[in-house]
């Protein structure tokens, strides 16, 4: 029975307007996977800026394997209570090394948003819940790691190879 | 020999635990136990996929099933590889006799190692579902134990 459990197989959510997205208009779009302490998805970020796709970006932390991704998952969906998700998602990936809570606030700071209310809405539950429907929606959807791009459909695990970038090259008419 | 398959009972097999005992077929009885074996700790792949199975925990426990990640390394290296990734999830090892109950589950590898495999049993010891990875590099959702666990 499928969805005989709260992580059981279901299609991937559809984009929709509570998703984060960015790039031309009329480009295809392609749903990343991603965490902010992930190297590759650090690397994948800066390659898909040359390629003129437009992007929806969902959070996927996983604890173990990046005990920072969570709380800047948290952070980003914080900074888009103030219409600053790209901005903030950006500089989170421009320095991994530094994901800190003290490095939270001055990206918070240095972005001018309201430090205050980003530090609470960082830690509401409204936001957990946010990072978390991306996460488990992945999950049910089969996204077994990070990255995956989802690409006309079709799920795509790990590092993108030099097969899928050419079919983002020319999906993108790039 | 191919995975062992849904339906079948359990083979009697020994693993060994960090705290020393033996983890035998006994230990199946009475509850739900997800097994999942993987080639190598530190090996990347393998690092992905535990810490995905950790971070869905609270969602197995609720299902009443208990997961194992199971081996040919040495006990100390999977404990070592359990401590470096921070997961929760209890290691049995396969080293002596060597890949004996990967062998029994038909998920030894021709080269001396647990292909990725998982292995659900329910609580008669008999096996409910099985999945091997088309390749040892390909990572099973997380997803696919829920379902089996849900049917």
Not at chain 1, 25 to 46: N, R, S
Not at chain 1, 116 to 142: I, L, T
Not at chain 2, 85 to 109: M, N, W, Y
């Amino acid at each position: 029975m499928i969805g005989g459990s709260g992580l059981g197989s279901a299609p991937l959510p559809p984009v929709g307007p509570g998703d984060h997205v960015r790039g031309p208009e009329d480009a295809p779009l392609v749903i990343v996977y991603g965490d902010y302490e992930c190297p590759f998805c650090a690397a994948l970020e800066l390659r898909l800026r040359e390629v003129p796709l437009r992007i929806a970006f969902r959070h996927f932390p996983v604890r173990a394997s990046h005990p920072r991704a969570l709380p800047a998952a948290h952070a980003a969906e914080a900074a888009a209570r103030q219409d600053a998700f790209w901005p903030m998602h950006d500089a989170l990936f421009a320095d991994q090394a530094h994901l800190e809570d003290p490095h939270l606030w001055a990206r918070a700071e240095a972005l001018g948003l309201d430090v205050a209310r980003f530090e609470a809405d960082r830690r509401s539950e409204a936001v957990a819940a946010r990072v978390s429907a991306d996460f488990r929606g992945g999950v049910r959807a089969g996204v077994p790691t990070t990255p995956t791009l989802i690409v006309e459909g079709e799920l795509h695990a790990g590092r993108p190879d030099a097969a899928l970038w050419g079919r983002l090259s020319a999906l993108a008419g790039a | 020999m191919p995975i062992i398959a849904a339906g079948e009972p359990a083979p009697e097999f020994s693993l060994e635990t960090y705290d020393g005992g033996p983890f035998t077929r006994a230990n199946l009885l009475g509850r739900t136990t997800v097994l999942v074996f993987y080639p190598f700790a530190f090996s990347p792949v393998c690092n992905d996929q535990l810490s995905l199975y950790n971070e869905v925990l609270p969602d197995l426990h609720e299902q009443g099933a208990t997961i194992y990640g199971v081996s040919c390394d040495a006990i100390w290296s999977q404990q070592a590889f359990k401590d470096s990734l921070g997961v929760e999830i209890e290691q049995l090892s396969d080293f002596e006799p060597k890949g004996a109950t990967c062998r029994a589950f038909g998920v030894l590898h021709p080269r001396g190692y647990a292909q990725r495999a998982l292995v659900i049993c329910g609580a008669d010891a008999r096996v409910r579902w099985s999945y091997q990875a088309a390749s040892p590099g390909d990572l099973p959702g997380a997803n696919l134990i829920f379902d089996a666990l849900g049917s």
